[in-house]
């Protein structure tokens, strides 16, 4: 089985920076792409980021293009998330998964608030 532990969230101020990670235990997931994902209060998860097994493509939801990069190392079983030019509207909790994800290894996610 695959667990997956996402960190790096906190408070930052509109235009700051984070970087988020995600730590696979385990089974190794090399094989798959990955993605992080966000929920808002109220809302569905949303998309946000991925990136193919090799690291050789990404994908990013429109709201995040051109502010946030996915990256991975797949010696060390870790997916990161830079995230640049924060806005109020990132403020959710952000998973890492699979994608497409398997529901069976969400963790608990990583809180990040943006403040005006």
């Given at each position: 089985q695959v667990q997956l532990v996402e960190s790096g969230g906190g408070l930052v101020q509109t235009g700051g920076s984070?970087?988020?990670?995600?730590?696979?235990?385990?089974?190794?997931?090399?094989?798959?792409?990955?993605?992080?994902?966000?929920?808002?209060?109220?809302?569905?998860?949303?998309?946000?980021?991925?990136?193919?097994?090799?690291?050789?493509?990404?994908?990013?939801g429109d709201s995040v293009k051109g502010r946030f990069t996915i990256f991975r190392d797949r010696a060390?079983?870790?997916?990161?998330?830079?995230?640049?030019?924060?806005?109020?509207e990132d403020t959710a909790v952000y998973y890492c998964n699979t994608d497409p994800p398997v529901k069976d290894n969400w963790g608990q996610g990583t809180q990040v608030t943006v403040s005006s």
């Open positions: 984070l970087r988020l990670s995600c730590a696979a235990s385990g089974r190794t997931f090399s094989n798959n792409a990955m993605g992080w994902f966000r929920q808002a209060p109220g809302k569905e998860r949303e998309f946000v980021a991925g990136i193919s097994w090799s690291g050789g493509r990404t994908y990013y060390g079983n870790m997916v990161y998330l830079q995230m640049n030019s924060l806005k109020p």
